[in-house]
């Protein structure tokens, strides 16, 4: 499974990311429309942040729509926007706020890497941004941050 790994050390702040990621997704340079955001912490470091593509996507179950599906061979969880009714119960259900409500297009919109070549990677100039298969210890956190969410959302339902 290749995951979008973020080293925060290198990471100027510049947020071409999401100015890169508003002009693939919406054709306009507008970062309040990019799938990944930047959060600065007090001028001293800043962290993109984007869909962790999770093991257990509880944006997906709970879609009463299905519109939501994980793509099994590369591990890529996306919104099929024709089958989408807005009713933005995904966007209630991600405990990590990744995926939002486009009030133009009426569906929910959230990181899909590209379809496998994220362009946020490609034009990250300090490199911060790296594209690569994510390494046991990173798949092992994922599924333990999966299964402790899994008992939150549990006993929420």
């Known amino acids: 499974m290749k995951i979008i790994a973020v080293n925060p050390e290198v990471c100027v702040g510049c947020r071409l990311c999401e100015l890169v990621c508003s002009l693939k997704n919406t054709n306009e340079f507008n970062p309040t429309r990019a799938r990944i955001q930047v959060i600065g912490f007090e001028e001293v470091f800043s962290l993109p942040i984007t869909c962790f593509q999770c ?4 944006c997906a179950e709970v879609c009463p729509a299905h519109a939501i599906v994980k ?3 590369n591990g890529i969880v996306k919104v099929l926007a024709d089958k989408c009714t807005g009713c933005r119960m995904c966007t ?3 405990p990590f706020g990744n995926i939002v409500f486009s009030s133009e297009a009426k569906v929910a919109v959230k990181c899909d890497l590209c379809g496998g070549n994220p362009e946020c990677v490609t034009f990250c100039p300090t490199r911060a941004l790296e594209y690569r298969e994510a390494d046991t210890a990173e798949i092992r956190k994922k599924i333990a941050v999966s299964e402790k969410l899994k008992g939150i ?3 929420v339902k």
């Open 153 to 155: 959302y549990e006993g």
């Open 92 to 94: 209630l259900a991600c």
């Open 55 to 58: 093991e257990r996507p509880y």
């Open 71 to 73: 793509d099994q061979v």
